[in-house]
């Protein structure tokens, strides 16, 4: 049997279009040889973020992120990011986010949201864990937010469902950032995000579904879900000349190197190195 070997590196598996049949989505991630699954808690209160924490203690192959998405910014208070910043601490959360800028629908206004993206970063590195970044349509000032709070820390993170060109993604490389694909880089009209996606080392690339969002194109207009991240897989396999099952192996290095913690625990201890 082949090993599994795909990491869906952001989903949101606590998204309620997921409340009917959760379980049966989780199995069938599995049968499409899923092996690991970072899923991000989305909300504003406790118990909304909490929902993520609760499905990560109950799978082993499930890792949460915590934080507060730029859309939300407008919610930003004291309290709540004291909530972020207590549920961080939690074993199983891998990162902070995902956290960044939104210009496209401006749910929060543009200096809130680089306000709580400027506070979330200065958590995120006291609590030394790498951040998952959402961007969209604000390139310059994101880059330029995380090149005053977030270059030197050495912490790195994820640029997730990436959309903007080499020359950014090369930028966040340098600071230590992975750049992760999602169900969008199959879509017909994208040759532009294929084209960033074909001059990315593939040491540096991640997959992911964003699900429920964003479903790839052979279920596109359906929910998006974890076992999908197995298109996502093919077509960065076909733009690098690699099989498929080579580069999921691939990318799932490169998220256990940024999350050594999420590396299958063998029985009997470690194994040894000496």
């Known amino acids: 049997m082949t090993p599994v070997?795909?990491?869906?590196?952001?989903?949101?598996?606590?998204?309620?279009?997921?409340?009917?049949?959760?379980t049966q989505v989780i199995e069938r991630a599995?049968?499409?040889?899923?092996?690991?699954?970072?899923?991000?808690?989305?909300?504003?209160?406790?118990?909304?973020?909490?929902?993520?924490?609760?499905?990560?203690?109950?799978?082993?192959f499930v890792w949460a992120a915590v934080g507060l998405h730029p859309h939300e910014a407008r919610h930003a208070s004291e309290e709540l990011l004291a909530t972020l910043d207590s549920l961080a601490q939690h074993p199983r959360v891998l990162a902070w986010g995902e956290i960044g800028l939104d210009y496209h629908y401006e749910h929060s206004p543009r200096a809130t949201q680089q306000e709580v993206f400027r506070q979330q970063l200065q958590r995120a590195r006291a609590r030394k864990l790498p951040v998952i970044i959402h961007c969209r349509e604000a390139w310059q000032d994101c880059l330029a937010l995380l090149r005053q709070q977030w270059a030197a820390s050495g912490l790195g993170g994820i640029l997730h469902c990436f959309s903007d060109t080499v020359e950014t993604?090369?930028?966040?490389?340098?600071?230590?950032?992975?750049?992760?694909?999602?169900?969008n880089v199959t879509f017909a009209r994208a040759e532009s995000l294929r084209q960033a996606a074909q001059a990315i080392p593939v040491e540096r690339l991640l997959i992911e579904t964003d699900c429920p969002y964003l479903a790839p194109q052979p279920h596109r207009g359906k929910r998006n879900e974890p076992a999908y991240v197995v298109d996502v897989a093919t077509e960065?396999?076909?733009?690098?000349?690699?099989?498929?099952?080579?580069?999921?192996?691939?990318?799932?290095?490169?998220?256990?190197?940024?999350?050594?913690?999420?590396?299958?625990?063998?029985?009997?201890?470690?194994?040894?190195?000496h």
């Open 236 to 273: 960065l396999a076909r733009l690098h000349h690699l099989e498929r099952e080579e580069l999921g192996e691939k990318t799932s290095e490169n998220f256990l190197r940024l999350f050594p913690q999420t590396a299958p625990q063998t029985t009997g201890g470690r194994p040894s190195h």
């Open 30 to 60: 599995r049968a499409a040889g899923v092996e690991r699954i970072l899923s991000i808690a989305g909300g504003t209160r406790r118990e909304e973020l909490q929902r993520t924490l609760t499905l990560a203690e109950q799978h082993d």
């Open 5 to 22: 070997a795909f990491t869906d590196s952001h989903a949101h598996l606590d998204d309620e279009r997921f409340d009917a049949d959760r």
């Open 169 to 183: 993604a090369r930028q966040a490389i340098e600071w230590g950032f992975l750049i992760s694909f999602a169900g």
